[in-house]
């Protein structure tokens, strides 16, 4: 069964282009995780503040490996320097899948 993580956190527009090598970094190492099928950000294109969140994970056990990482830690501290803010994701159980 197949973890899905949708949503989106919010900082000042002005804040974007400082906070991309972060996200950046924190892409390169989610993406080398054993489990990670998809993981993603995105700017939103009418709101700049606004970014994207989609992750894909093979199972629940990958995903709580995930949230178990030193970079995970460090990523949610540097939180406050971007004025992170508004972190609204949610898990979706994925119990089949099919190209549409």
Partial sequence: ????IAGAVRVP?????RFR???ESMLAAS???DGCV??????????PGLIRVFEV???RASLEAH???SYMAAWRAAWPDFEVTDRKLIAY???AEYPI
């Fill in 93 to 95: 159980e994925v119990g």
């Fill in 57 to 59: 994970w093979r199972d």
């Fill in 38 to 47: 998809v993981y993603s950000y995105a700017v939103d294109v009418e709101d």
């Fill in 13 to 17: 527009p002005g804040n974007v282009e």
């Fill in 31 to 33: 993406r080398g995780e």
């Fill in 67 to 69: 949230f178990k990482t």
């Fill in 1 to 4: 069964m197949s973890i899905i």
């Fill in 21 to 23: 090598p972060a996200m």
